[in-house]
């Protein structure tokens, strides 16, 4: 008996956590921007979530696609056909590890960071001070740092798939000799824009704004102890990271899948 | 100071990824005014059209002249009706073309060429190809292959 209550006490907790998530999300979005006063605080939040992302983001995009460079190398030149390299390198970072690789790597850099900031912030009573001194703290703080990361992701996604395609590039045609023509010509005739480019932008859209509301709603609902945001932060890294795979699965069985 | 700093970070973070989805339309998936190009439309029937697939290219000496947008059975004939956009600027296809089948490479995608007649009138929207060629389909071949071989022996017993 006692088992089974716990059971249904953890489930209603769980839904009580969704359901003010959501909540929490829709005041915050609501919260109409006014513009003049909150397009900087925007840009602000776009530069330490997605310009100070920007280094990360080359740097693994660029090593990701020298691996699978390699790694499809290896594995075509068995069958004759590596010159499809091209096509194998591309239609793995478009569809699948552009928007996945990206959304991990932002939950780790960057989500955690908004959760620590806005936690902190909690546990020194700023948020509290703004809301007597008549500023709402969703709107002042929560809402452009979520647009941010709704934006900063998509933009973070196609760079780094395009540094990959540079990075297969080199270690393809540059080290491994395979002609430069037939890389970009195969690529070009198995890439389809907005079925495989367009697709991979949808899903890091939809990453971008899971990813940046668990970082934010962990962040404001957390304990205000410095053991309360740590475990915070864990928890953003964690769910972000966990939603982002278990969203791509579900994602890519509905564009790719053929259901 | 700092301010204008953070400001053109943004904007060229914001450039960067433009720049990034502008590779990736033009350079990686070859994405062109193609498909919306004025075109009409041209119909072949094939006994086999096993392979060939809607979008794919449709060549004229080895140029691209229009991509396939049917593919469907027709119910009396039983044969593979194909739906050609051929591209407006290509007018004069003659009605005594052949359109085939072909395949890009040994195992390539399929596509559609068409080798020009020698005809004065030329095919209009909505017409037909008479004169067709099917698809080479792989297992066929080595069944008849095969089918030979198993007769040979016959023949050097004789």
């Known amino acids: 008996m006692e088992a089974i209550r716990r059971l249904g006490e953890a489930a209603l907790e769980s839904l009580r956590t969704l359901g003010s998530a959501g909540t929490f999300l829709f005041q915050a979005l609501i919260a109409l921007p006014n513009p003049r006063k909150n397009f900087p605080l925007l840009i602000q939040q776009l530069y330490s979530v997605g310009v100070l992302s920007l280094a990360i983001i080359v740097v693994a995009g660029l090593f990701i696609g020298m691996v699978l460079g390699l790694q499809g190398y290896s594995i075509l030149v068995t069958y004759g056909s590596e010159q499809a390299l091209g096509t194998m390198v591309a239609l793995t970072l478009v569809r699948e590890l552009g928007p996945v690789v990206t959304a991990l790597l932002f939950a780790g850099r960057a989500g955690s960071a908004l959760t620590a900031e806005i936690g902190l ?3 020194t009573e700023q948020l509290s001070s703004m809301e007597m001194i008549g500023v709402d703290p969703l709107r002042r703080i929560v809402a452009p740092r979520f647009w941010a990361g709704f934006i900063s992701m998509p933009l973070l996604a196609l760079i780094f798939s395009a540094v990959g395609i540079l990075g297969g590039h080199l270690v393809g045609v540059d080290w491994l000799g395979i002609y430069d023509g037939s890389y970009w010509m195969n690529m070009q005739g198995s890439v389809e824009f907005w079925d495989d480019v367009g697709n991979g932008v949808i899903k890091s859209v939809v990453f971008g704004a899971v990813v940046s509301w668990i970082a934010v709603f962990q962040g404001y609902d957390c304990e205000p102890t410095s053991e309360g945001i740590s475990r915070a932060t864990t928890r953003t890294v964690v769910y972000g990271s966990l939603a982002v795979l278990g969203l791509d699965f579900v994602l ?3 564009m790719f899948g053929g259901f | 100071m700092r301010t ?5 970070a943004v904007g060229l973070f914001l450039v960067a990824g433009l720049a990034a989805l502008f590779f990736l339309a033009i350079k990686v998936s070859g994405l062109s005014d193609e498909s919306s190009k004025p075109s009409y439309q041209v119909y072949a029937s094939f006994q086999n059209a096993g ?3 809607v979008r794919a290219k449709v060549t004229m000496a080895g ?7 049917d593919i469907s059975l027709d119910p009396k004939t039983l044969k593979a009706k ?7 600027e290509v007018r004069e296809i003659s009605t005594d073309s052949v359109a085939s089948i072909l395949t890009a490479g040994l195992l390539g995608e399929k596509y559609i060429g068409i080798v020009p007649g020698a005809d004065d009138t030329y095919l209009k929207n909505g017409d037909e190809i008479e004169q067709t060629q099917s698809a080479l389909v792989l297992e066929d071949l080595i069944g008849k292959f095969l089918f030979n071989k198993a007769n040979e022996p016959d023949k050097e017993a004789k």
């Open chain 2, 4 to 8: 204008r700093f953070v400001e053109m």
């Open chain 1, 252 to 254: 890519t069985a509905v």
């Open chain 2, 82 to 88: 194909v739906r050609l956009d051929v591209y407006n």
């Open chain 2, 63 to 69: 140029v691209v002249i229009g991509r396939v947008t």
């Open chain 1, 121 to 123: 912030m909690k546990a």
């Open chain 2, 51 to 53: 392979g060939l697939t």
